[in-house]
């Protein structure tokens, strides 16, 4: 996902001159590193200062300059109150492109892998928050992000894993969802590389007679308050699966659209504590049950009890 | 070029205006605002910073250390730009925010988190330098002393010197006191001037109440080929008898109104 972003970075860099990208010491794992070699007067390494690096952002975009912030998830989030009282209440066009989030990083451990990044983004009042579903889609977003926002936007990535969900073909357009698969029994909504594990489950499901919809929530922040909708009426139960905690993600964002215009009963699945190091991304799913299997499974159980 | 005697009857006019202030709301800053009064009369009277054009064709001023926003006010009552009766619903709902809000006419940006506006300050003289404007505009970043406990203001101040953004100028305030008490007191500041030395900054000492230590500290700031900061030694509360001898932040409205007409 990140070699995708990076290199729509420097695309967009060769056509407008404006666009500066700023780090904070992680260049060459965010894949800045190429828009600093093609661009180097238009690329700032902070050094490791993540709240130094959004708010010189900031002055960058006050400045009339169009700045991408790049930084992991995790330590982004200790800029929260200068992305909040500076970057958010300013509505500055500042894009914020937040790498390794959710189990990508598996070898670096708990202290690396952000889960609660979503519910700190997606609350504040003017930002725009957005977790493509792979390469493909990360590369679309960073571009129509830049060319069509101007003002606050977050971009949650992951690393290395993004196998391929989405077709060239897939429009992305920011705020309408992608349906990836069409059912009638149950509606499962999850965002990032998660989502080819939320597929594999709705097939494991179908052989048992449960048909299930797939829906690519990429925005999650103008979110699509229509196909939520549409969907919860069409099926009557609604699961959200997310690289990040039950509370406040993707989750909270559906079941707020729900509970004031379509009551439906919902599950949300998401990470079961802490993450650990390990030796890959889908040792971590194993162990948070976001495997196709542990999805599948913990789907027909709900449905099986919540339809008696 | 305004005499330093002219600069003086400005300032005189500004403080009244924070007493103004002050008697309107309790909790306005007063001891803070009168601390930076004469800085931001050297600033805008004394240099003149030239604060209209496009962003990187124009000087900028932020108050970093937000809280005396009241004195900026006043400045920009005296030139004019906001109305002076606005002065007396400062911290009403449908009136002047207590800390700097870039929709209000004169203020360049929104502040009043400490800590933050020396990076702003950095990223904007960076994008002089992208439109070569570097050196022939400034940034003024205005900084309490409290506030330079804020890890922040130092990964900003390496970042400037690193960059050695000639555009960005630093004045703290230095009035030796912050919300708990004396800044020595709560917490030692160690030496602000080899702090600032140390990791590349001109350093420049002034007093902070002396027209001429100010304007003299200012040129050398802007014509230094690095980024500066200028040490203002200055008295919280300075103008008003009762919060120079307490140290104290906020007066009564009522003994306030004593000093306004």
Redesign the interface.
């Known amino acids: 996902m990140r070699d995708a972003v990076g290199k729509a970075l420097v695309e967009l860099g060769e056509n407008d001159k404006d666009m500066v990208v700023v780090t904070a010491d992680v260049a060459r794992s965010t894949r800045t590193i190429w828009f600093a070699e093609r661009f180097p007067e238009r690329f700032v390494n902070v050094g490791i200062g993540e709240q130094d690096l959004v708010d010189f952002a900031a002055g960058l975009a006050l400045a009339g300059k169009r700045p991408w912030a790049a930084a992991f998830a995790m330590f982004m989030m200790r800029a929260w109150e200068q992305i909040r009282n500076t970057i958010d209440r300013m509505k500055l066009d500042v894009k914020l492109l937040a790498t390794h989030s959710g189990f990508s990083d598996h070898g670096d451990g708990a202290s690396h892998q952000s889960l609660e990044d979503i519910a700190l983004m997606r609350v504040l009042h003017n930002m725009i928050v957005v977790v493509p579903a792979d390469a493909l889609e990360a590369y679309k977003a960073v571009i129509h992000l830049h060319e069509q926002v101007r003002g606050p936007a977050y971009l949650r990535i992951g690393r290395d894993y993004s196998p391929r969900i989405t077709e060239l073909e897939t429009p992305f357009i920011l705020g309408q969802a992608n349906v990836l698969e069409d059912g009638e029994d149950v509606t499962l909504i999850g965002a990032g590389p998660i989502l080819y594990h939320v597929l594999e489950a709705a097939r494991i499901l179908r052989e048992r007679g449960i048909r299930a919809a797939v829906i690519d929530m990429h925005t999650i922040k103008p979110i699509d308050r229509s196909t939520v909708v549409k969907y919860a009426q069409k099926t009557g139960f609604v699961v959200t699966v997310e690289e990040h905690y039950p509370r406040g993600g993707l989750g909270g964002a559906v079941a707020e659209v729900l509970v004031e215009e379509y009551p439906t009963r919902m599950l949300l699945i998401g990470a079961r504590g802490y993450g650990h190091s390990a030796r890959s991304v889908e040792d971590l799913y194993r162990a948070h049950g976001l495997t196709a299997e542990s999805i599948a499974k913990r789907v027909e159980e709900w449905l099986r009890g919540a339809k008696r | 070029m305004r005499t330093f005697n002219e600069l003086r009857e400005i300032a005189a006019r500004v403080r009244k205006r924070i007493l103004r202030m002050a008697a309107a709301d309790k909790s306005v800053h007063a001891g803070a605002s009168l601390s930076v009064t004469d800085i931001l009369v050297a600033l805008y009277f004394g240099i003149g910073v030239r604060v209209d054009g496009?962003?990187?064709h124009r000087d900028w001023v932020i108050l970093s250390k937000g809280h005396a926003v009241p004195a900026l006010y006043a400045i920009l009552a005296e030139m004019g730009v906001i109305d002076e009766r606005e002065l007396d619903k400062i911290r009403s709902i449908d009136g002047l925010e207590g800390h700097p809000d870039?929709n209000t006419p004169g203020i360049?940006?929104?502040t009043?988190?400490l800590?933050?506006g020396l990076?702003?300050?950095?990223?904007?003289?960076?994008?002089?330098r992208?439109d070569g404007t570097e050196g022939k505009y400034h940034v003024y970043v205005i900084l309490g002393d409290g506030e330079l406990d804020e890890?922040?203001v130092w990964?900003?101040a390496?970042?400037a010197a690193?960059?050695r953004l000639r555009s960005l100028v630093a004045i703290v305030d230095v009035n030796g006191f912050q919300l708990d008490g004396p800044t020595e007191k709560v917490k030692s500041k160690g030496s602000l001037a080899a702090r600032w030395s140390s990791i590349g900054w001109h350093v420049i000492e002034a007093d902070g109440h002396s027209f001429r230590s100010l304007l003299s500290a200012l040129e050398e700031a802007k014509s230094y080929p690095g980024p500066a900061v200028i040490l203002a030694y200055t008295r919280r509360g300075r103008g008003l008898g009762l919060l120079e001898k307490t140290g104290e932040q906020h007066v009564s409205p009522e003994y306030a109104k004593q000093f306004v007409e």
């Open positions: 496009p962003p990187t870039f360049d940006v929104s009043g988190s800590g933050q990076s702003i300050g950095a990223g904007i003289a960076y994008a002089m992208l890890g922040q990964e900003a390496t970042t690193h960059l």
